[in-house]
T-cell receptor, first 116, second 112 residues
Framework: AQSVTQPDIHITVSEGASLELRCNYS??????LFWYVQSPGQGLQLLLK??????LVQGIKGFEAEFKRSQSSFNLRKPSVHWSDAAEYFC??????????????FGQGTILTVHP | NAGVTQTPKFRVLKTGQSMTLLCAQD?????MYWYRQDPGMGLRLIHY???????AKGEVPDGYNVSRLKKQNFLLGLESAAPSQTSVYFC???????????FGQGTRLTVV
């Protein structure tokens, strides 16, 4: 069965510092991978996605993520964090074939706090 | 352009009562999903649908039923609500293929 693990429940960084949020997935083949962000009391907004091709993908708001097949990881990065980036971040995997096709599974989420 | 609309936004139920949450999308999407979000648990998939008239179980389907009689609507039913079903429920939809999911604003349900 497909699954997603986000090892860090809560991360605190200073404004201007770099950021890396970890995501590990379990799936039998190459899945579709996503990162979403959720501000308090809001729905989820897509930051970026990976389907195939270049393993480094660029998203909105200056975020990027790198797919590493050998490590089953899809970590999210940002070179310089802004106070407005404080939110909860979710990694998600979607089955690309077989009985899991179209099944979209999320990780537990990582809460990001930004200190001024 | 409404996108994904969830009704109601808030609801308080007594244990044992039943209710239906409605998710409506106006984007002609094939796939629709129901999640529940609880602190520290992320979003857990309850049921999903890959097309009109079809449904499938997710990670936490017990205590819930769904129906997709029309392509644009995906209903989530609680036949006999329990306090453990207190949560925020999110609906999402997406187009066929490798596309992103679009989310509603959520329904906050409290079962007392």
């Amino acid at each position: 069965a497909q699954s997603v693990t986000q090892p860090d429940i809560h991360i605190t960084v200073s404004e201007g510092a770099s950021l890396e949020l970890r995501c590990n997935y379990s799936y039998g083949a190459t899945p579709y991978l996503f990162w979403y962000v959720q501000s308090p009391g809001q729905g989820l907004q897509l930051l970026l996605k990976y389907f195939s091709g270049d393993t480094l993908v660029q998203g909105i708001k200056g975020f990027e993520a790198e797919f590493k097949r050998s490590q089953s990881s899809f970590n999210l990065r940002k070179p310089s964090v802004h106070w407005s980036d404080a939110a909860e971040y979710f990694c998600a995997v979607m089955g690309a074939g077989g009985t899991s096709y179209g099944k979209l599974t999320f990780g537990q989420g990582t809460i990001l706090t930004v200190h001024p | 352009n409404a996108g994904v609309t969830q009704t109601p936004k808030f609801r308080v139920l007594k244990t044992g009562q039943s209710m239906t949450l409605l998710c409506a999308q106006d984007m002609n999407h094939e796939y629709m999903y129901w999640y529940r979000q609880d602190p520290g648990m992320g979003l857990r998939l309850i049921h999903y649908s890959v097309g009109e008239g079809t449904t499938a179980k997710g990670e936490v389907p017990d205590g819930y039923n769904v129906s997709r009689l029309k392509k644009q609507n995906f209903l989530l039913g609680l036949e006999s609500a329990a306090p453990s079903q207190t949560s925020v429920y999110f609906c999402a939809s997406r187009e066929r293929g490798s596309s992103e999911a679009f989310f509603g604003q959520g329904t906050r349900l409290t079962v007392v």
